[in-house]
């Protein structure tokens, strides 16, 4: 077993250490499906546990010897994004387990953040908030302008809460697929845009804020998400349709 720790929490080495054997029976379950994420406390203290599914062979042998893991990137990722200006949950440390010298199981270990996702906000309301969308447009420019890339930017992946001067905040979660990048062409910040949500008219008005911020053609921005979002269902589709059929 290996474990990464924030330097600040050293002291909660045991506890984290005992994270694999009491994850199965301890702990408050907030999402069972195909990771598990839990909430436990350590002392005056609550942390959020996620464990990620058992990966297949090939991916055990990639996790072993070439690639970094879910949790292991979850866990630098925080740390990154922390020094970039970006808000997420803290990173207090990662666990990986082996099983015949193979990685097995991984574990991220994190602080809580008790903000809500954008998703009810957005997407449930017939008429969705324009200024949390303009925003939302916004802080995706800061994100791309930073070098930041979330790999799966949907709206329940990203939380929010207000100030009290009316102003909107966001926090990234589930960054492990996430990527860097020093620089990023406009075709590259505008494919990033497509996973935000499937609802049409939300998402080409905040590609339209987002356009004019950056200074380009809106419809030709915004045409090109669309399309981008367009191939990404039919994939999405096409992968459903063969899971049936094998």
Known sequence: MQILIHPKYQSAFEFVSNLPEKFGTEGETIYASRNVVKRFK???KEWIVKRYKTPNLIQRLAYTFW?????????LYAQKLESI???TPEGIACIECKKYRLFHTG????????????Y???????????????????FFVSMHQKGFFHGDPNLSNILY???????????VIDTNRSTFKASASPK???ENLKRI?????LLQYITEEYASLRGWDIAQSTKQVMDALGKFEKRKRNKRFYKKLF
């Open 120 to 138: 009810p906000l957005l997407v449930k309301e017939e008429a969705f908030d324009k200024r949390a969308a303009s925003a939302l447009a916004a």
């Open 161 to 171: 809460h207000i100030d009290e001067a009316g102003k909107y905040h966001f926090t």
């Open 42 to 44: 350590n002392d005056d």
């Open 188 to 190: 590259e910040c505008l």
């Open 67 to 75: 690639r970094k893991s879910k949790a292991k990137r979850a866990f």
């Open 85 to 87: 200006g970006i808000d």
């Open 197 to 201: 949500t499937h609802r049409r008219d």
């Open 107 to 118: 574990y991220f270990i994190s602080g809580v953040c008790h903000y809500p996702p954008l």
